[in-house]
């Protein structure tokens, strides 16, 4: 199915261990991007990336790692997670480069972190 | 200067009335004002958009407002249903190229029927 899938949908983690966030895109668009949503805070950047390769931090990236060795493809690890990290994480991707601004967002990962 | 302010947190409106969120920035740079809807359990979508150099845009019962000397922009919703009952992120584009959106906190819309 054409779209942008996040997975797992709900994770329960323990404090200090890795975790990691799956985002896949079917339209080959070149910018992507994660957001964490916390109530109060809005949605809140985390990392984006313009293309295969090329990643760069966000408003929040302390605690996350992302790598995008493939346009479709755009992880978010946690390294050691912390109770802190709790939240809902969205992964979203453009077009933009081609003047489409607006972004297609995934359907989230609650994440958990106890 | 990056932040996007926006207003109220709630809003209760009745079917019928009409709804409308603000949002305030800081910073002139800022090229692109989108608005999203998100229901429970799913993720935002785009539901309208504007540049700042148009004042108003509408598409069927969704209208932005922009205000350029003022540096903020509005939803209305016009007739508001029920189904409408989301929560409305408003969000500016960083103006640096890379596409990347500040977003307001959010306001959770109850249309009571």
């Known amino acids: 199915d054409a779209g942008i899938t996040q997975s797992p949908r709900y994770k329960i983690t323990e404090t200090g261990r890795q975790v990691t966030l799956m985002c896949h895109q079917t339209?080959?668009?070149?910018?992507m991007f994660w957001y964490r949503q916390d109530l109060g805070h809005g949605l809140r950047l985390i990392y984006y990336?313009?293309?295969?390769?090329?990643?760069d931090k966000g408003e929040v990236p302390d605690g996350y790692v992302v790598s995008r060795s493939k346009t479709e493809n755009f992880p978010l690890t946690l390294e050691s997670a912390t109770r802190s990290q709790t939240s809902v994480y969205f992964c979203?991707?453009?077009?933009?480069?081609?003047?489409?601004?607006?972004?297609?967002f995934g359907s989230g990962t609650r994440l958990t972190v106890v | 200067q990056q932040q996007v302010k926006q207003s109220p947190q709630s809003l209760i409106v009745q079917k019928g009335g009409i709804s409308i969120i603000n949002c305030a920035y800081e910073?002139?740079?800022?090229?692109?004002f989108p608005w999203y809807q998100q229901f429970p359990g799913k993720g935002p979508a785009l539901l309208i958009a504007?540049?700042?150099?148009?004042s108003e845009k509408k598409e069927g019962r969704f209208t932005i407002s922009f205000n350029k000397s003022a540096k903020q922009f509005s939803l209305h919703i016009m007739d508001s249903q029920p189904g409408d009952s989301a929560t409305y992120f408003c969000?500016?584009?960083?103006?640096?190229?890379?596409?990347?959106?500040?977003f307001g906190t959010g306001t959770r819309l109850k249309v009571l029927a």
């Open positions: 969000a500016a584009s960083m103006p640096s190229g890379t596409y990347k959106y500040i």
């Open positions: 990336s313009a293309a295969a390769d090329i990643t």
């Open positions: 339209w080959s668009h070149s910018y």
């Open positions: 910073n002139t740079a800022f090229d692109y």
């Open positions: 979203a991707s453009s077009d933009a480069d081609r003047g489409l601004y607006g972004y297609t």
């Open positions: 504007i540049r700042p150099d148009v």
